[in-house]
């Protein structure tokens, strides 16, 4: 397509050229911009402004010489960045647009911040290109400004990055608050948690396990109950295992001696803990008229796993035989096959009957 009027666009977003020298927009013409240009260098020498006007008049001198009908003009905005001072360009382009109806225009920008208007003039004209002048010492200070300011809008503004960059400082700063020094370990462990989860991508898991606990909240089920029952039939878990290991002087930076031991107090407390968790969600889908059933086989689960988790501890420990511990390991895995192969003929049920 050929190009035979152009309009050359300086943009002044932020307003320096009225709030320095008194000028507002538009600014039409080569030697108006020049005298803008002269005025705001001396008012300010270190002005990035003061470049832009020069290099749109030095665009509009290129097509000149080309043949070009061109027409220079510079849009001002307002010092409040946003929708005030993007409104007042948008009113000037059209005043400008308007007046010189190019068939083309080309932006002269002296950064990042005043592209930010780029999208509202490519709604308006066609545009044929773009010019951004920046210093060039200052060029890379700049982009990397405008990159941390995008990275913290985005952080504002998305949920998920929120809650990592900020969520978790938070947590920790108030661990470090409450415990003082002694906190770091309790800190390490909460991270490792973390990195754990994102390692396995288990944040669907960990989600889904929230929003059922916020809906058992506010819908009042009876699960809301269990669930506060489970956790602290949990932390009462812990600390007994806890208390276990420090009431023989162990440190959990030998886990070989310290593993045994922790498991021994703590995993009746957490079997215990998942099965009322477990009757809570098994009474809900009883009164919902849903399937209890997959809830009960989980319960069977937990008391195979615990079982089998115990069985070990206490082996480790020097407590039982090899005898027992097969016989422990044995009925948990006989449980879980039953478990297994009660959700396998339900599974098989349930698709024959939509089949039907």
Same mark, same amino acid.
């Given at each position: =397509?050929?190009?035979?009027?152009?309009?050359?666009?300086?943009?002044?977003?932020?307003? !320096?050229?009225?709030?320095?020298?008194?000028?507002?927009?538009?600014?039409?013409?080569?030697?108006?911009?020049?005298?803008?240009?002269?005025?705001?260098?001396?008012?300010?020498?270190?002005?990035?402004?003061?470049?832009?006007?020069?290099?749109?008049?030095?665009?509009?001198?290129?097509?000149?010489?080309?043949?070009?009908?061109?027409?220079?003009?510079?849009?001002?905005?307002?010092?409040?960045?946003?929708?005030?001072? !993007?409104?007042?360009?948008?009113?000037?382009?059209?005043?400008?647009?308007?007046?010189?109806?190019?068939?083309?225009?080309?932006?002269?920008?002296?950064?990042?911040?005043?592209?930010?208007?780029?999208?509202?003039?490519?709604?308006?004209?066609?545009?044929?290109?773009?010019?951004?002048?920046?210093?060039?010492?200052?060029?890379?200070?700049?982009?990397?400004?405008?990159?941390?300011?995008?990275?913290?809008? !985005?952080?504002?503004?998305?949920?998920?990055?929120?809650?990592?960059?900020?969520?978790?400082?938070?947590?920790?700063?108030?661990?470090?608050?409450?415990?003082?020094?002694?906190?770091?370990?309790?800190?390490?462990?909460?991270?490792?948690?973390?990195?754990?989860?994102?390692?396995?991508?288990?944040?669907?898991?960990?989600?889904?396990?929230?929003?059922?606990?916020?809906?058992?909240?506010?819908?009042?089920?009876?699960?809301?109950?269990?669930?506060?029952?489970?956790?602290?039939?949990?932390?009462?878990?812990?600390?007994?295992?806890?208390?276990?290991?420090?009431?023989?002087?162990?440190?959990?930076?030998?886990?070989?001696?310290?593993?045994?031991?922790?498991?021994?107090?703590?995993?009746?407390?957490?079997?215990?803990?998942?099965?009322?968790?477990?009757?809570?969600?098994?009474? !809900?889908?009883?009164?919902?008229?849903?399937?209890?059933?997959?809830? =009960?086989?989980?319960?069977?689960?937990?008391?195979?796993?615990?079982?089998?988790?115990?069985?070990?501890?206490?082996?480790?420990?020097?407590?039982?035989?090899?005898?027992?511990?097969? =016989?422990?390991?044995?009925?948990?895995?006989?449980?879980?096959?039953?478990?297994?192969?009660?959700?396998?003929?339900?599974?098989?049920?349930?698709?024959?009957?939509?089949?039907?």
């Amino acid at each position: =397509m050929e190009y035979n009027k152009i309009l050359v666009i300086c943009i002044d977003r932020d307003a !320096d050229i009225f709030r320095k020298i008194g000028e507002n927009g538009p600014v039409y013409g080569r030697e108006k911009l020049l005298d803008v240009a002269l005025r705001l260098g001396l008012a300010d020498p270190s002005e990035s402004d003061t470049n832009a006007l020069f290099e749109a008049v030095k665009v509009g001198d290129y097509f000149k010489r080309e043949g070009k009908e061109v027409e220079v003009v510079a849009l001002v905005g307002s010092e409040n960045l946003g929708v005030e001072s !993007d409104t007042k360009i948008s009113k000037q382009l059209d005043e400008a647009l308007e007046k010189h109806k190019p068939d083309g225009v080309i932006v002269v920008t002296d950064g990042a911040e005043d592209e930010y208007v780029l999208p509202i003039v490519q709604s308006k004209a066609n545009v044929i290109a773009v010019k951004r002048v920046i210093v060039k010492q200052a060029e890379k200070l700049e982009s990397t400004y405008y990159v941390i300011q995008d990275f913290l809008r !985005d952080i504002v503004s998305d949920p998920k990055i929120a809650r990592l960059v900020l969520g978790l400082p938070g947590i920790v700063l108030i661990l470090y608050m409450l415990l003082g020094p002694k906190s770091w370990q309790l800190i390490a462990g909460a991270v490792g948690v973390f990195l754990l989860i994102k390692g396995f991508g288990l944040e669907g898991s960990v989600e889904k396990i929230y929003e059922e606990f916020r809906s058992s909240v506010v819908t009042g089920k009876i699960s809301f109950f269990t669930y506060v029952v489970s956790m602290l039939v949990a932390v009462v878990g812990i600390a007994v295992g806890y208390d276990e290991v420090t009431g023989r002087h162990l440190s959990f930076h030998n886990l070989r001696e310290a593993a045994p031991v922790f498991l021994s107090g703590a995993i009746s407390f957490l079997s215990f803990a998942a099965i009322v968790a477990l009757i809570g969600k098994s009474i !809900d889908a009883v009164l919902e008229k849903h399937g209890a059933w997959k809830y =009960m086989i989980m319960m069977v689960f937990a008391v195979a796993f615990g079982a089998i988790i115990n069985a070990a501890s206490q082996f480790l420990l020097g407590r039982i035989s090899n005898v027992d511990l097969a =016989m422990w390991v044995t009925f948990g895995l006989v449980l879980s096959m039953l478990g297994f192969l009660y959700i396998r003929s339900k599974w098989k049920a349930s698709r024959v009957t939509r089949a039907a």
